[in-house]
Each structure stands twice: as C-alpha cells, then as structure tokens.
C-alpha cells in the first residue's frame, strides 16, 4: 500500500489536498482488499459444491471402470464386500424409498394439518408456545431419534403386529417421519401467511368460513411455498442416516415392504465406514458410488420442485 | 339441497361449515399432539432410563467394556473440542458471505451463482458431506481422522445455516441507516463494521447457536470420516505448562464425539449399554435443548425491543 502511496505522491502536487488524496486513496485501497476477502468468503460455498462433485464424480469414475452402468442399475443382489461381489444399487434404493414412503405418508399429511391449523385457526397465544416446541422437535439429533426407534417405537409395534422383526423399515420410518413434520409445518405455515390479508377478507365477506377459506383460498394460493415444503421433506426423508442405520438393521434386502429390514443407501454408507476398508479398494469406492446415487435423487427432487414452484407461483 | 332457499336452509347450511370449522380445528390440535406428546415420551423415555446412569463418574470415565464403569468423557471433549473448530471457521466465513451478498454484491451471474447454490447446499444430506470430507480432507489434504478433518466437516455443513441467519439479519436494518452513514461520508466497509455487524450481532447468533446445536447432534458425517467408536484417551491439552503456551496438536489427534458413543452403545445388544446410551442420549438432548431455547429467547427478546 506504501509503495501505491509513493508512486502516487510523484505524480499529484504536493501540499495538503495531494495529502488527502493519498489518504482517499489507501481508503479505496482497503475498500477494495476487503470486498475481495468477503468475495473469497462467499465463494467457499460455491467450492464446497464443487467439491461435493469431484470428489463423488472421481471415485465414482473408478467404481464404474470395475462395474458396468447396467449391472449397477439392474443387478439385484448388493454383496460388494463377498467374493462373489455384486453391485446392484436397487437393493438399497428400494431401502431408502420404502422407508422415504413410510416417513411422508406421516410427515406430509401432518405436516399440512399443522401448517393450516397453525396459520389459519390457532389463537396467538398457542402458536406462541407451538412453535417453539416444534422447532425443538426438529433441532433433535437424529441418533436420538434412532434409538427411540429401536428401544421405544419398535417394541410397542411389535405389541401391536405379531412377528415384526426387531429392525423393521416400519420403525425407522414412522419416527423418521415425526422428525420431518417440523420441517415440513414450518415451510408451509410460513408460505400460507404470507398469503396476503385481502385474499381472506374476500372470502371472509363472501360468508366462507375459516375452513372453506383455508382450503380454498389460503392453500391454493399458497401452493407453491407448500410445495417447496414437501420437496425439503422429501429429500431430508432421502438423506437421513442414523435413524436408519440404528433402527432398520443395516441387511441389503430388495423389498418394498415396510415390515422387513432393510439397509438404506445412507445405512449402507455408514456400515462401511465404520468398518475398516483400506483407502482405494473396491469397497471404499462403492460408497461414492452410492452417494453419487442419493445426490442425484435429491437433485431430481429439487428440480421437481423448482418446476412445480414456477410452474404454481402466484404473484401479489 | 342445491340451492338455499329459505332462511332454515341458510340457517343449517351455516351450522354444518361451522361445524367443519370446529373438526378441523380438533384434528389440528391432534397432530399438534401428536408431535408434541412424541417429543415429550422420548424425552420422558430417556430421562427415565438415563438419569439415574448419570454421576460425576459417568462425565469422569472413559468408555469400558464393562457398562457399568463407561463414560463419556472422551465424547464430551471431543465434541467440545471439534465445535470449537466449526465455530472459528464457520462463524467469520458465514458472516463475511452473508455480508457480501447483502451489502456488496451487484446483481450479476456470480452472485445468482453463490445465492442458488447456497439454498441447494441446505438441501444436501449431511452424510454427503462425510463423504467430501473423507475423499477431499482425509485423503486428498492428508488431514487425516482428526479433530481438524471433523471441525472442517461441521462448519461447511452448517455454513448455509448462518449465511441464511446472517443475510436475514441485515436485511431487517432499514435503508435509512445506511443512507445516514453513507451521507456523512462513510465507506462500504464503515457502514458494515460500524452499523451493519453491530445491528445484526443478535440474529448471526441466533443463527449461529442452531447451527452448533446441528453440528453438535450430526453423527452421520462423522462417521463417515471415520472416527473412532472407542477412544481411551484424551487429544493433547490446548495449553501447555512452557512457552508458548499454546498447542495445536490437538487438531490433529484421533477422536470420538457424544453421538458416535451413544450410536456405539445403542447398537450393542446387552441391555446395560443401552442405560448408558440413554444417559449419554440424555446429555445430548439436554445440550440441544439449551442452545436452541437460547436461539429462540435470544430472538424473542430481539422481536420486543428492537424499533427501528
């Protein structure tokens, strides 16, 4: 910055406005290293993307040198660690979507049933307190949920359906599901209130009531935002590990019943790495492989609901 | 009855939606419930099996084979230890991104760029970040199953959450503050460090308090980094009794945290295990608990007293 200082003294007169131009000078100097350290800042985000890429795209690139594309999606067998190795991703993709299902079946209708009642009917005073309890419920870590699952959900279920295994799908999923109302509630409450008033008192003065209101105003116009709602439901249901991998049992099964144990893609992960496979085996680079798998149902995912976000948007 | 035609139609067709309005209302409630009591039991569940677990010894011990004498203290300085690591580097860099698009971003590609991929990263599963981190800092950076791999890990994972918090915070500081300062002659940055960041102190925080108690509960990812289930040792002090005082070997030593001891616990069949996993479920909670109820009085005293 001196140097900067000097070669601009040489050439302004000197006196004290040339001093007060050096000075604005070194200020912009400063303005200008600073926007660019923040810049870097805001780039990591950007880095932390690419490199989520790479390194999945890398050691995925070697998985499929060893294992054809075709036998990745249509093998139906997942014994990457036995010497009669197969890869068959469907095993666990039907893991993650039984369990997905169970979660959102609970989740999604719940989830809305809160939002509305929330938004549309509750007194202050209760979604004061509501609110709050909710969101604790979602800042819960998910091994605790996991081992409420195993040693809470799961003997009560097995009371109630005879020769349910210890691990089940059912489990995992229904506690799983009770985790992502709150993040599912909370979206769409937030979307139907910023439903603006008029829309309400329209329907209000056409003699609706609250509910014929809610459903067929306030939702409608809202859809978009509960949409997004969903989406984020369904991928944190996609991406979740623990619970799983504690209370599903972490056995490749082919199966779309939710009553059987099942190892998830995320389960599937986990058991791998707790495991001690050397770095560069053909183990170690399976896992990329499956979470190549999970991004891009997330990103499919994502990309449906920005289609349905556009396609829904109401402007006001 | 299509139409109403005299004024008892009206009269029953107002009390049969009215009387919708009541049943949704009830079910509201319901699932209200249903999320509230779910919360309650697990709590309940816990305290129950694990409380009693809990003595001096219980935080004093490190984890044995035999249950009755486990502990979790390696867990709880390894998880104090690596949150310290997320909150140094992901507090600056998420205020200084939350800044930058807030304040000095012009509305161009790049910006779109960081703003689009910002929301996409809060939608990646935490177990992919397990992944980058053990592909890229394990590996590719030789970092190796350490403290500093697994700090790293968390404050990228939680990064989005206090840019988002951060961004929010600024934007409720009315225009005409900044044009205040701007007109007496202040630079970019005066404006930031001497009205902006002041202003937005208590949003970052909240924002920055969620999302330590996220890192603070996430086990997937750092599993997948591979640390260790069973650890019978603590990493080296910070402080040191010579000069200069200061050690960083710490960052570099193997560890465990509180939710890979209780994942270890749970997943043992003998029951007494389990008490344990209860106990430390239990602590774990309890941490979660206290942090997010800050976040939510620190933004509750926030929402009575600022008026601009």
Do not use: C
């Not at chain 2, 099996?49 to 249950?67: E, M, Q």
């Not at chain 2, 918090?165 to 404006?191: C, D, H, M, N």
């Not at chain 2, 570099?252 to 479920?281: H, K, L």
Request: glycine letters at 8%; a positive charge; charged letters at 10%.
């Amino acid at each position: 910055m001196s140097a900067v200082a000097t070669s601009v003294s040489t050439i302004m007169p000197s006196g004290p406005q040339s001093a007060r131009l050096v000075r604005r000078l070194g200020r912009n100097v400063k303005e200008r290293l600073i926007e660019g350290m923040l810049f870097l800042a805001a780039l990591v985000s950007v880095l932390t993307t690419v490199g989520i890429l790479y390194v999945l795209l890398k050691e995925s690139y070697v998985f499929f040198q060893h294992v054809s594309i075709v036998d990745f999606l249509t093998d139906t067998q997942w014994t990457p660690l036995f010497d009669d190795a197969h890869f068959g991703i469907m095993v666990l993709l039907s893991g993650t979507l039984t369990s997905s299902m169970v979660a959102l079946s609970i989740a999604i209708p719940l989830g809305t049933i809160i939002a509305v009642y929330l938004s549309e009917f509750a007194p202050f005073a209760v979604r004061e307190i509501a609110k709050p309890f909710l969101e604790l419920l979602g800042g819960v870590p998910t091994i605790v949920y996991g081992y409420f699952a195993l040693l809470f959900v799961t003997p009560i279920l097995q009371a109630l359906i005879p020769g349910l295994p210890g691990f089940s799908l059912l489990a995992a999923g229904i506690v799983m599901g009770i985790m992502i109302i709150p993040y599912v509630s909370s979206i769409a409450e937030d979307a139907m209130r910023a439903v603006p008033m008029h829309l309400r008192e329209g329907s209000y003065a056409m003699g609706a009531t609250r509910f014929q209101t809610a459903t067929r105003v306030v939702v409608p116009a809202a859809f978009s935002g509960i949409a997004s709602a969903y989406i984020l439901g369904i991928s944190r249901a996609v991406g979740e590990t623990m619970i799983l991998a504690v209370a599903a049992g972490m056995q490749p099964n082919l199966t779309f019943n939710p009553l059987e144990p099942a190892a998830t893609i995320t389960a599937y992960i986990v058991q791998v790495a707790l495991g001690d496979l050397p770095h560069g085996s053909i183990g170690y680079q399976t896992i990329f492989a499956a979470g190549l798998t999970l991004m891009l149902l997330t990103l499919v995912f994502n990309v449906i609901g920005h289609l349905l976000r556009k396609k829904y948007r109401e402007a006001y | 009855m299509a139409y109403a035609r005299t004024l008892e139609d009206i009269r029953a067709l107002i009390v049969k939606h009215k009387r919708w309005d009541l049943i949704f209302a009830l079910i509201g409630v319901l699932a209200l419930m249903i999320g509230i009591l779910t919360f309650v039991a697990l709590f309940v569940d816990m305290a129950i099996k694990g409380v009693p677990r809990l003595s001096l010894d219980f935080f004093s011990n490190f984890p044995s084979r035999r249950p009755g004498e486990a502990g979790i203290l390696s867990a709880w300085v390894g998880s104090m230890l690596v949150m310290l690591v997320t909150a140094v580097v992901a507090v600056p860099l998420g205020v200084a991104s939350g800044i930058y698009l807030e304040e000095y971003a012009r509305k161009n590609i790049v910006t779109d760029i960081i703003e689009i991929n910002i929301t996409n990263l809060a939608g990646v599963p935490s177990i992919v970040y397990g992944l980058l981190a053990l592909g890229l800092f394990v590996y590719q950076f030789g970092l190796g199953q350490s403290i500093l791999s697994a700090g790293l890990t968390l404050a990228l994972l939680i990064l989005p959450v206090v840019i988002v918090a951060t961004r929010e915070a600024i934007r409720s500081i009315p225009i005409g503050i900044r044009e205040g300062a701007y007109a007496l002659g202040a630079t970019k940055w005066q404006v930031s460090r001497d009205h902006i960041i002041p202003y937005s102190t208590a949003g970052i925080l909240t924002g920055v308090i969620i999302g330590m108690s996220r890192a603070i509960g996430e086990t997937a990812p750092i599993i997948t980094i591979g640390a260790l289930t069973f650890i019978a040792f603590l990493p080296p002090s910070p402080v040191t009794a010579e000069p200069p005082y200061l050690s960083f070997e710490w960052l570099t030593s193997p560890f465990t945290v509180m939710p890979i001891q209780m994942f270890n616990w749970t997943s043992r069949p003998e029951a007494a295990f389990q008490v344990n996993a209860a106990a430390a479920g239990f602590v774990l909670v309890l941490m979660t608990l206290a942090m997010n109820g800050l976040a939510i009085y620190i933004r509750y005293r926030l929402r009575k007293n600022i008026k601009w």
